[in-house]
C-alpha cells in the first residue's frame, strides 16, 4: 500500500476542495482532463445520495392519511432501494416490501416507497433502515401492525473484502399483529407471490 501524501488538514474547506485532497491523496493529478470537474460532481452527488438528512419522514406520511374502514393487510412490494453502507460509503442496493394492517388510516400509496426513499438517502447499515422504516409508520399511524423486509446486495461485499458476488442480504421487522405466526406468514408469502404481469 503506497504512503498517503502529508497534506495539511484544510480546516473550513469546502466539500469540492475535499474532493480535491481526497485525490491528491490517492496520487491522482485533479487537474487533468476527466478530473476537473470531479470535485463537483462528487460533492452533488453525495448531496444527493445523503438528502434525506434534511427530510422528515412522519410529515411525508402525514401529508397524506386518509380514513378508510378497512383492517386487511396493505402490502407495497419490490420498491427499489439505493442507500450508502456507513462502514465505507459504498452503495447497497436492492427492494423494499413493507405492509401494514389499518386501524382506521391508510397511507397514500405514493408515500410508501417516499419514507423507504428518506431513510435510504442516509449512510446507513441495512439493520437500521428496516427497523426505521417500520417503527415510523407504527408511530405515524398507529396500525395494528407494521412489516419490512429488505432484501438487499452490498458493494462492500462484492468488490472488496471476501468479494461474494451472488450474496444478498435480508432484514426483517414485525412490529403488532406481524409478530403473530399466521401474518407474518401470510405477508411473507405474498411478497414472494408473482401477479400476471410478472411484477
Known amino acids: 500500500m503506497k504512503d498517503l501524501i502529508e497534506i495539511p488538514t484544510l480546516t473550513g474547506a469546502s466539500f469540492e476542495e475535499l474532493a480535491r485532497e ?5 496520487g491522482e493529478q ?11 460532481r462528487y460533492a452533488q452527488a453525495l448531496q444527493y ?3 434525506g438528512y434534511s427530510e422528515d419522514p412522519e410529515q411525508i406520511l402525514k401529508g397524506a392519511l386518509f380514513s378508510v374502514d378497512y383492517d386487511e ?7 427499489e432501494m439505493f442507500s450508502l453502507c456507513e462502514h465505507h460509503v459504498l452503495p447497497f442496493f436492492g427492494k423494499v416490501h413493507v405492509a401494514y394492517i389499518p386501524k ?9 416507497p417516499r419514507l423507504v426513499e428518506v431513510f435510504a438517502r442516509r ?5 437500521r433502515l428496516t427497523v426505521q422504516i417500520a417503527e415510523t409508520i407504527q408511530k405515524t399511524i398507529q396500525p395494528l401492525g407494521v412489516g419490512v423486509v429488505i432484501e438487499a446486495r452490498h458493494l462492500c461485499m462484492m468488490m472488496r473484502g471476501v468479494e461474494k458476488q451472488h450474496s444478498a442480504t435480508v432484514t426483517s421487522s414485525m412490529l403488532g399483529a406481524f409478530r403473530a405466526q399466521q401474518t407474518r406468514q401470510e405477508f411473507l408469502s405474498l411478497i414472494r ?3 400476471g404481469n410478472g411484477i
Open 22 to 26: 481526497m485525490l491528491i491523496r490517492l
Open 30 to 40: 485533479p487537474d487533468r482532463e476527466g478530473l476537473a470537474k470531479t470535485p463537483e
Open 49 to 51: 445520495f445523503t438528502k
Open 73 to 79: 393487510m396493505v402490502i407495497v412490494k419490490d420498491i
Open 104 to 112: 382506521g388510516k391508510v397511507i397514500g400509496l405514493s408515500k410508501v
Open 123 to 127: 449512510l446507513q447499515v441495512q439493520e
Open 193 to 195: 407471490e408473482k401477479n
